[in-house]
């Protein structure tokens, strides 16, 4: 599987945007880039996802680099329950359906009150 | 949206006895379900993969005769920690992917086994 890094904490204000990055420079042209975030003591939650344009949903947005070797989730307005561990993991459609999730350290994200 | 419980939330049991962990999709179908197991401060690790109706997909090294897994209805999947001992408490989650979506798991909220 391809690999993603991720950096191990991030902080951010309440109220603020946050952008986390995700590194994906081994990536193939049909993985999709996927996003979880697990709050403690929680399962994990799905965000987003995306192949190649920007995406846009309710709880974020995903910026995809135009050499898709890299993303960014996009936090618009951070509030105390975003804190959470995110994951950004890559994932081929062929196999959707019955493919584990390999999850990675992730980005635990702080936020200031 | 798609939601996945799990039941019990916590359990507390002796060393030597069986627990038996339960993961329903509430309003939806999965053909396919999946237990992670999570150590404190650590990720999901997959332990196996669930079809209904079929035998369990183990990931190396989990001991299939040790994690019991059934899958028997759409709905749900078991997961019966055979012979609990201390080094088996950790965080159990399952996922399940719907039928007819398959690009993304819903997960469940997590049950914390401790093994005294």
């Known amino acids: 599987d391809a690999k993603t890094t991720q950096p191990n904490s991030m902080e951010s204000n309440e109220e603020e945007p946050v952008h986390l990055p995700c590194n994906h420079s081994t990536i193939s042209g049909t993985d999709y880039i996927h996003w979880y975030r697990q709050l403690p003591s929680q399962g994990p939650e799905y965000v987003i996802h995306g192949l190649t344009s920007n995406v846009n949903n309710r709880m974020a947005s995903l910026a995809i680099a135009e050499d898709r070797k890299s993303s960014t989730l996009i936090l618009h307005r951070a509030t105390l329950r975003d804190a959470a561990v995110y994951y950004c993991i890559l994932r081929s459609p062929l196999n959707f359906g019955n493919e584990k999730l390999t999850f990675g350290t992730g980005t635990r994200l702080t936020i200031i009150p | 949206g798609a939601v996945v419980s799990q039941h019990p939330s916590r359990v507390i049991c002796k060393s030597g006895t069986s627990v038996k962990i339960e993961c329903r999709s509430l309003?939806?179908?999965?053909?396919?379900m999946f237990w992670y197991r999570q150590f404190p401060k650590k990720s999901l690790m997959l332990m196996a993969t669930?079809?209904?109706?079929?035998?369990?997909?183990?990931e190396q090294g989990v001991e299939k005769d040790k994690f019991l897994i059934n899958h028997a209805s759409l709905t749900l999947s078991t997961l019966t920690v055979t012979s609990a001992h201390p080094e088996d408490s950790s965080f159990y989650i399952c996922s399940a992917v719907l039928a007819y979506r398959t690009d993304t798991q819903y997960f469940g909220p997590g049950t914390r086994l401790t093994v005294l």
């Open positions: 669930s079809n209904e109706g079929s035998k369990a997909t183990y």
């Open positions: 309003d939806f179908q999965a053909t396919t």
